[in-house]
């Protein structure tokens, strides 16, 4: 056991409220459908795509949003939402640093 890649408490809490917010299916497809689109999108294409209702669509967006896995902004009548680039790359960095691999 190598004693410097054990992880400090602060990044296990960070990591551990990551994994969290990402241990339901809907929202992964949710971040991946907004992580792959060309730009922001509305909560009602989301809707079209994931097939659950606004207001369940609407609730896993906040969830993300509160990890900062993705933005929202309101536009009119509307919500575009984005994804946080930065929030996505420390997501691998965070499983290699789970792992010892850093």
Not at 42 to 50: N, Q
Not at 77 to 85: A, G, P, S
């Amino acid at each position: 056991m190598n004693p410097h890649n054990v992880l400090s408490k602060a990044d296990a809490d960070e990591y551990a409220t990551w994994f969290r917010c990402l241990a339901d299916g809907t929202r992964i497809r949710i971040l991946n459908l907004v992580a792959n689109a060309d730009g922001p999108v509305t909560v009602g294409e989301i809707v079209g795509v994931i097939g659950k209702s606004q207001s369940t669509v609407s609730r896993h967006l906040q969830l993300l949003a509160e990890d900062r896995f993705v933005f929202t902004r309101p536009d009119g009548v509307r919500t575009l939402v984005t994804v946080n680039e930065a929030c996505m790359s420390a997501l691998p960095e965070a499983a290699a640093a789970i792992m010892g691999r850093r």
